[in-house]
């Protein structure tokens, strides 16, 4: 146990409760290194994203976003943040019944495999502050 405060025991419990595993115990160096191969160009090697990634592109698709805590990668389950990653964007929106968005956000299913995937996934979650780290693990439905 990392600490002895009783708040974050708390909050370790509820993550572990709300699962979260996948991204538990995964090669993070590895991952470091697929990011600064696969991911940084787009997303930044701080992961602070495009400029203005705010401000919609002319073709109304998005910049990449940061991966940072400033951006909203945390905000999504792991699940979404892996579909992302190994179908695009376009295909998970298309899933949802999104058809008027545009995603620049390319797959890598024919480029990573599944455990690189969450290598990478798990290398952008060890760079948020624990309580963001929390956050995230809570949008994760329970699961075996
Ligand atoms: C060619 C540029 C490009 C590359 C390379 C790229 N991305 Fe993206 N990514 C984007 C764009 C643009 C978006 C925003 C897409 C959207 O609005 O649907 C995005 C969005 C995402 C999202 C959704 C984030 C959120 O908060 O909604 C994830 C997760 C993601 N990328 C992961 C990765 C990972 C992991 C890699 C490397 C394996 C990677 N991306 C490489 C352009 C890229």
């Known amino acids: 146990m990392r600490s002895s405060n009783l708040v974050l025991i708390t909050l370790v419990y509820a993550s572990q409760a709300h699962g979260g595993h996948e991204l538990e115990g995964r090669d993070v160096p590895a991952g470091a290194q697929l990011y600064v191969e696969h991911c940084a160009s787009c997303h930044g090697a701080e992961l602070e994203g495009e400029p203005d990634w705010q401000t919609p592109n002319s073709d109304g698709s998005m910049p990449a976003p940061p991966h940072d805590e400033t951006g909203h990668t945390w905000h999504h389950d792991n699940q979404l943040l892996f579909d992302y990653t190994r179908i695009g964007g376009q295909a998970v ?45 809570m949008r994760n439905p329970p699961h075996q």
């Open 93 to 137: 929106l298309s899933a949802l019944g999104i058809d008027d968005v545009k995603s620049g956000m390319p797959g890598f299913s024919e480029v990573l495999t599944d455990a690189e995937i969450w290598n990478v996934l798990a290398y952008i979650r060890s760079t948020w502050p624990d309580r963001i780290q929390e956050v995230q693990a």
